[in-house]
Antibody, heavy 114, light 107 residues
Framework: EVQLVESGGGLVQPGGSLRLSCAAS????????MNWVRQAPGKGLEWVSY????????YYADSVKGRFTISRDNAKNSLYLQMNSLRAEDTAVYYC???????WGQGTLVTVSS | DIQMTQSPSSLSASVGDRVTITCQAS??????LNWYQQKPGKAPKLLIY???NLETGVPSRFSGSGSGTDFTFTISSLQPEDIATYYC?????????FGPGTKVDIK
């Protein structure tokens, strides 16, 4: 069974950092592209970042470029999102999603507040 | 960047009604469009991919059509369990973009 499980969310002050993880199981993680998508409370979905299966190709939304870093460890079947210089507007549930978009994690809540 | 619009933003319909949602892209995206269902507190669930293909396990009352810039999502006979917000998403070009969503409830 394919599973994606996010972790690492929590409360952080503006300007702070947080690292999200997405643990994958039930499929050959190293063969799939991955994405991060977020959803602010009561709002719609926003694509955040993409990484190719090897990790060699990466893209970001303009809203996070220069502050967030996506990475993966195929040996550990894990996807990461390093978030620095966090702002109030980064408050959201963050989801990891597999290539083809048919598998998503349950999400992890990031709250940026003083 | 490609902008996605959806209409209506919300709708109320009776059980058994036919429900139609439209999605428009700001430029040609061919058929690179997904439709999702999201229930409160849950992750989005893929219903339709490539504009008109039903994802495995999704009931056949859900369907999608369109290409280029104009797309339609239909629930042929609304069921109580279909109460949710529905989103379209283009994956033709980066940045990937979602529509603002359509909230569907029961009249």
């Amino acid at each position: 069974e394919v599973q994606l499980v996010e972790s690492g969310g929590g409360l952080v002050q503006p300007g702070g950092s947080l690292r999200l993880s997405c643990a994958a199981s039930g499929f050959t993680f190293s063969s799939y592209e991955m994405n991060w998508v977020r959803q602010a409370p009561g709002k719609g979905l926003e694509w955040v970042s993409y990484i190719s299966s090897s990790g060699s190709t990466i893209y970001y939304a303009d809203s996070v470029k220069g502050r967030f870093t996506i990475s993966r460890d195929n040996a550990k079947n894990s996807l990461y999102l390093q978030m620095n210089s966090l702002r109030a507007e980064d408050t959201a549930v963050y989801y990891c999603a597999r290539e083809n978009w048919n598998y998503w994690g349950q999400g992890t809540l990031v709250t940026v507040s003083s | 960047d490609i902008q996605m619009t959806q209409s209506p933003s919300s709708l109320s319909a009776s059980v058994g009604d036919r429900v139609t949602i439209t999605c428009q892209a700001s430029q040609d995206i061919s058929n690179y469009l997904n439709w999702y269902q999201q229930k409160p507190g849950k992750a989005p669930k893929l219903l339709i991919y490539d504009a008109s293909n039903l994802e495995t396990g999704v009931p056949s009352r859900f369907s999608g059509s369109g290409s280029g810039t104009d797309f339609t999502f239909t629930i042929s006979s609304l069921q109580p369990e279909d109460i949710a917000t529905y989103y379209c998403q283009q994956y033709d070009n980066l940045p990937l973009a979602f529509g603002p969503g359509t909230k569907v409830d029961i009249k």
